[in-house]
């Protein structure tokens, strides 16, 4: 008969991180190997598992914890992927990094700026979407790529068709573009459906999740949402940090398939 597991009593907190314009602490933390490509994705949802709140806005879960460790994670980061749906309804304009952050990124390598890259299967993007004055990279189909080009410029669209759906992009195809564009570290911040995506397309190699301590029940998506997996993910916890409004945020090492045996 198997034995039950031990626990690990994880709050109250052995160490505290202090507020600090500059995140020492936190960056050490989120720190990566730049030699090594890395998609991660943030996400917030409440207690009860909704992603949106009340207004149908992932932002309106955000808390200032959240909203530190979101501006370090940005900071780590060469490329914004994020779905177009996401785009319009949070208003996406510009990805600045923090100034006090600003210093910690150039000497790990990064470029000033954070490119920005729209996962859409129209091909539909706001024509007005150019943070810091450049147009975002749009990833998307076949169907989808001429409207692409004809709003960002050949140059800014990713065409990578799925063998089986060539109008829906690849994900892994696309993935494998932005490192081969020098655009290694790969944030993707949602929305529900992009996540699931990129699960199905077994690329997430990291989800950064903040629970806020909120219950709002109702019919909320939660942070992924799509098809089924045709198998589990398994993932290990990184760390886990509780702040003092009892915003809970976690990382998880997202694993293989359950049952692949990998």
Known sequence: MPTAPHLDLLVPATRA????????????????DRDVPLVRANMVASIDGAATGPDGRSGSLGTAADRRVFAVLRALADVVLVGAGTVRAEGYRELPVAAGLRAARAAAGFDARIELAVVTRSGDVPGDLAP??????????????????????????????????PDSPDLRVAVDALVTRGLPHVLAEGGPRLLADLLAADV???????????????????????????????????????????????????????????
């Open 17 to 32: 991180l202090p507020e600090d314009p500059h995140e020492p602490d936190l960056l050490a933390l989120q720190a990566r």
């Open 132 to 165: 810091d004055g450049v147009r975002p990279l749009v990833v998307t189909g076949r169907a989808g790529a001429a409207r692409a080009r004809a709003t960002v410029g050949t140059d800014r669209v990713l065409e990578v068709p799925q063998d089986d759906d």
């Open 204 to 262: 997430v190699d990291e989800l950064h999740l903040t629970t806020s301590a909120l219950l709002l029940a109702g019919d909320a998506r939660r942070p992924a949402t799509g098809v089924p997996l045709a198998a589990p993910r398994g993932a290990r916890l990184r760390h886990l940090l509780r702040a003092t409004d009892d915003t809970l945020l976690t990382c998880w090492e997202v694993r293989s398939a359950i049952g692949s045996g990998s």
